[in-house]
């Protein structure tokens, strides 16, 4: 950062805008740096064979020296699950609050990491000096316990991040949201507030926990069989209201999957998770209990074609099969984007012989406030300017237009994408140029190694398949010595296509002579030959481009 | 079929049941057999490459000459789409109503067929006599103009089929559905009653399109610049309501998109579709127009990457750019499946500067009634036997709840998949075996040469890519005459993985002295060898999976 920075305030997100997913946010003021969240996202889908996406940190690897710390909201993948990939590459503290702290050492540990990685926790009266800056939180609703939003003291004033938030008046738990905390931030002055925007299209409030708590108790009083609960692992609130249906209803509770049960176990150690130990049995204790007695905690809300519930349906999980008289409820909606899969497991356990809760039966709710509370935020917290983040475009556009009803002068709000630099000056903001911000691809082990030339290459693969042309050719005289051979995947079906692919062979050949009648001994020249010829009549002959690669071997 | 079919009646789907789409029936009685419908449906995400879908026909090629005709119920794709494949193969005359003619002939005319195809007009008050079989038809309301439910007195009773419907009291045009007609179909004994099920998981009625009209006439009021309507081609009515609109408020309509205008112009020339001749401008004289006077009709309401409203939002369509203060309506909701692709083109088109209206503002209700409107048609048809049709699964299953509800005995309902007979024989229904029934895959120009095999390889090249390894040996020594090379697509980015490659080649190399050693000339074994040692080198490496193609050349 060039001097003339110094002495303004920064505010940029490397990822979160224009995008659900993905979250980290980094305010600056000269010597330092603190990072908010660091998290990941699940491909797009045209993001061929890569496992996750997590952000570009190059700005804070070129100013490794100024980071003061990572503060952590809450445990969500979206807010930590970039944690490790981002702490092998920059040295920071962690802050944040007991459960979150938890989630995030279990990664940690399992990148072994956890010793590496200096933590500190974090709770609603904490005050933490970073630097200039001058930290503290306030306790939020959301769908996991322990969330948090950040109150940063600035030289150029105070900056609040509500993190991912709703206001639910009769949560589980109690854990209710401070919002006298939020009124006192706000009473006090706030120049810049970042808040949530998920749900900034949804009008009204979105319901509270509790009353999902007794869809749950509602169905298992009606189920005679077996029960299936679907959800995310994360939902901790939405597991306890699994737990407490479970207690009322005299079933014991089977856990399925290796992420929901370290998510449960890490829950119940911290105290976030109330279980009495006989409630939770192994499945092969299920299996001696009548049907009525029991109860599945499964993940798969998502209908991810691997996981446990979409094995179960198609019958082919190692330790539970779906049975008739099963009652299976879907505690989740689909993600956008996984409607379809959501629907092909609710049509498979359907013909499995199943009872299946799914939709509008009251068993989900989002953790995500709705434009009544985005707007209850607002008026807590008086912002003077507005940047509506954690949201793709057009919801950022909608709070933006939430915040201008409030009383926000349409100015004071910024839409930024990722890497856009807001900055404050003296009481006034602008945008001021950009950091580099994009995807990090993983695939498998590589991260960042996989880009668009890759992506395209998968992509156009997929399309048509590919068709491999080798011949061998003599050194001195350029004369076929072997060859030419075709060889077809994801194309056409070979047996059925003989005939094509002969006379393929015979215009590689014809193609062959010709270069040799002129002499060439360019190879690439004659690449782009055969290909060009290739592709030409197998579009005519197909109307299919598959990927065409030449390949000439000298003896 | 069998001697002892002879005296049976038998009902079948060759597409429609456990899916949206390729909706195809069969009625067949002795030795006369008439289809309804013979439709496509868009592939699934897994179905890679694939253009379209159409349902497997072996059975129709194998039973030719008893084929009496096909009746086609509506002109949207999921009906008629199949029709120039399957006209291919068998010969039948159609049976359609004015419009549905006119689309089908559009059809038929691109893929010369039109003078080889024995086309019937009907209207309400026809009666057609095909083989044993008597069908008369009722109007029913639907998001097109001139559809139609199918009665089929048979030998065993009477069947009805009711193409896809809703009631709709306050229809476009005045085009009401016959009611009257339906009830009296009832009154006289229904033996089995197929049914439309899109919408059988939604609670209560359709709203009428009426409403739209009204919606759009109000966006069309506030808008200040220019107005982009987009909606799928065939939804006629949605189309009159925006000409209606545009005519209210004093706006000339430009049409962009080939299939729009092709629709628009059939059912104009049809009586269809009313618009003024100065309604209707094209793009270069909507150019010299003031931006308040415009109004563009468009495709692209799914946000297909390729279509004319996507194109207009990412600043690559030839004719039309979005300019601040434009209003684009989303007349029409997404597929799903779709959802992605709209969100993304939407904030496409917010980032451009317009206005976008979408989602729930009025713009749009489904062609497809709802539990109210499908239990009114149990009410008028009261069917003996019950067979829901045109949905998944799982709306299926909601169907036939709901025709339990309205008094079919449960064990008169059918929950079939493509391919199920249901056997009728003197007033008794069964489950009667199986027809072969299946998708067939469309990639340009080849039908069925793409299967299971071709689709599993795209899947794989579109997760880790491919790696080829080609070397030449010796036909006498088998020793290494040029090579091993390796060639990777869609696997890593090549510059940055040199010492990967090197590593790999090496390790084809040893394995390839270790068989010298061995003596073997089989190049098949070799081949598995070189396979398995790089994939797990690979592997381990990477965490990846490509596809590895071993070539041998001999010289």
Redesign the interface.
């Known amino acids: 950062m060039s001097k003339q920075n110094e002495h303004k305030l920064l505010i940029f997100a490397l990822g979160g805008v224009?995008e659900i997913g993905k979250n980290m946010y980094v305010v600056e003021y000269g010597d330092d740096i603190v990072i908010i969240d660091a998290g990941l996202k699940y491909p797009?889908?045209d993001m061929?064979?890569i496992d996750i996406v997590i952000p570009d940190i190059t700005y804070l690897e070129e100013n490794k020296e100024r980071i003061r710390g990572i503060v952590v909201t809450h445990g969500h993948e979206d807010h930590i699950g970039a944690l490790p990939y981002v702490l092998k590459r920059i040295k920071a503290p962690i802050f944040a609050t007991k459960l979150t702290l938890g989630l995030i050492e279990s990664k940690l540990k399992e990148a072994n990491l956890l010793h590496q990685v200096k933590r500190v926790l974090i709770h609603k009266k904490s005050k933490i000096k970073l630097g200039c800056f001058t930290l503290t939180f306030f306790k939020t609703n959301h769908s996991i316990p322990d969330s948090v939003g950040v109150c940063i003291d600035t030289p150029e004033g105070r900056v609040v991040h509500t993190g991912d938030f709703k206001f639910d008046y009769t949560p589980i738990n109690d854990e209710h949201a401070d919002i006298g905390r939020m009124a006192e931030i706000g009473e006090q002055g706030v120049l810049a507030l970042l808040s949530d925007s998920t749900n900034a299209?949804r009008p009204g409030y979105t319901r509270s926990e509790k009353e999902v708590g007794r869809a749950i108790v509602d169905q298992f009083f009606k189920a005679k069989g077996r029960i299936i609960v679907a959800t995310f692992a994360s939902n901790i609130h939405r597991i306890q209201n699994v737990f407490d249906a479970a207690l009322e209803t005299n079933r014991k509770v089977a856990i399925v999957g290796r992420h929901v049960s370290e998510v449960v176990r890490i829950a119940r150690e911290l105290g976030y998770l109330y279980a009495p130990d006989h409630l939770l049995i192994d499945i092969d204790e299920m299996n001696r209990l009548p049907a009525h007695k029991v109860c599945i905690l499964s993940a798969g809300s998502q209908g991810e074609p691997i996981s446990a519930l979409t094995r179960m349906a198609k019958s082919s999980h190692k330790q539970v099969d779906i049975i008739p008289g099963d009652t299976v409820i879907f505690a989740a909606t689909p993600i956008?984007?996984n409607?379809?899969l959501v629907?092909r497991t609710?049509?498979q356990l359907?013909?499995a012989g199943a009872h299946?809760v799914y939709?509008l039966e009251g068993v989900h709710v989002s953790g995500h406030g709705s434009q009544e509370e985005l707007k209850l935020m607002l008026n807590l917290m008086k912002p003077k300017y507005f940047i509506p983040i954690h949201g793709?475009?057009?919801m950022l556009?909608q709070h933006g237009k939430l915040a201008e009803a409030t009383g926000v002068p349409s100015g004071n709000i910024f839409l930024i994408e990722n890497g856009d630099i807001v900055e404050f000056h003296k009481g006034k903001a602008r945008l001021g140029g950009k950091v580099p911000a994009g995807h990090v691809l993983i695939?498998?082990?590589?991260v960042g190694?996989?880009?668009n030339?890759?992506?395209r290459?998968?992509?156009?693969?997929?399309?048509?398949?590919?068709l491999?042309v080798?011949v061998?050719l003599s050194k001195e005289t350029g004369s076929v010595?072997?060859?030419p051979?075709i060889?077809s995947?994801?194309?056409?079906?070979v047996r059925?296509?003989e005939e094509l692919m002969d006379e393929a062979i015979q215009l590689v050949m014809t193609t062959l002579e010709h270069c040799q009648n002129v002499q060439t001994h360019d190879w690439s020249t004659l690449k782009t030959h055969i290909r060009d010829a290739l592709s030409r009549f197998l579009y005519e002959?197909?109307?299919?481009r598959p990927?065409i690669?030449p390949?000439i071997?000298?003896?």
Do not use: H, N, W
Request: charge should be negative; avoid cysteine; aromatic fraction near 6%.
């Open positions: 224009g797009e889908e061929l064979g299209e956008p984007g409607e379809k629907s609710i049509d359907f013909r299946v939709g793709e475009y057009r556009r695939d498998g082990l590589g190694d996989v880009g030339i890759v992506l290459d998968r992509k156009l693969l997929s399309q048509d398949g590919i491999i080798v061998t010595i072997s060859g051979d060889i995947r994801g194309f056409v079906y059925e296509s002959q197909t109307r299919r990927m690669l390949i071997m000298e003896a």
